[in-house]
T-cell receptor, first 115, second 121 residues
């Protein structure tokens, strides 16, 4: 497809389990971002990738959260030993190398529920 | 301090009427960009409109316009002729600095808490 693709769309897990969330950005977009949206809240920045490197990880809430990006394309956000407060929608966004506005293109998100 | 403030948790409007959603921002960077996104119940984030800090005129996109008052640091979204399909969450966001090009463009957006708009028939 032409848009940002995220999987799974829904994930239910038990407290203490690890989860992986995947993001496939728009082809050719070199910048990739992860955001978290808790219920009824705004978007909270987690991490930014430029190519395969992550110059800004300032939003990762704890060392249980990590992310990687390979081939300048697909990114995986991993949450280890999940806690109930990790329940949220995780949104991925990308933008192209050249942009006049800096508009981010978002995927539809991965809804994580930790029981 | 909050970078982006949306003071209206919820708004109601009658179909076909206009509605204004408020947004104030805080930055010391002379170059910045302001965005509005719409999030329907499906969860996708839909880009609506953009205003650059150096833009001389208020941005308009169809039924959407941005009332940009730089001195007051406000960037209110005006939706004219509301439709039932406009019912959604609306987020104001800011990018500090210029959009970088040539190196992948670091364009981290800071979002407000959002306003839920309900359009009544």
């Amino acid at each position: 497809g032409a848009g940002v693709s995220q999987s799974p769309s829904n994930k239910v897990t038990e407290k203490g389990k690890d989860v992986e969330l995947r993001c496939d950005p728009i082809s050719g977009h070199t910048a990739l971002y992860w955001y978290r949206q808790s219920l009824g809240q705004g978007l909270e920045f987690l991490i930014y990738f430029q190519g395969n490197s992550a110059p800004d990880k300032s939003g990762l809430p704890s060392d249980r959260f990590s992310a990687e990006r390979t081939g300048g394309s697909v990114s995986t956000l991993t949450i280890q030993r999940t806690q109930q407060e990790d329940s949220a929608v995780y949104l991925c966004a990308s933008n192209p190398d050249r942009t006049n506005t800096g508009e981010l293109f978002f995927g539809e998100g991965s809804r994580l529920t930790v029981l | 301090a909050q970078k982006i403030t949306q003071t209206q948790p919820g708004m109601f409007v009658q179909e076909k009427e206009a509605v204004t959603l408020d947004c104030t921002y805080d930055t010391s960077d002379p170059s910045y960009g302001l965005f509005w996104y719409k999030q329907p119940s499906s969860g996708e984030m839909i880009f609506l409109i953009y205003q650059g800090s150096y833009d001389q005129q208020n941005a308009t996109e169809g039924r959407y316009s941005l009332n940009f008052q730089k001195a007051r640091k406000s960037a209110n979204l005006v939706i004219s002729a509301s439709q039932l399909g406009d019912s959604a969450m609306y987020f104001c966001a800011m990018r500090e600095g210029t959009p970088l090009s040539g190196t992948g463009g670091y364009n981290k957006l800071i979002f407000g808490a959002g306003t839920r708009l309900a359009v009544h028939p």
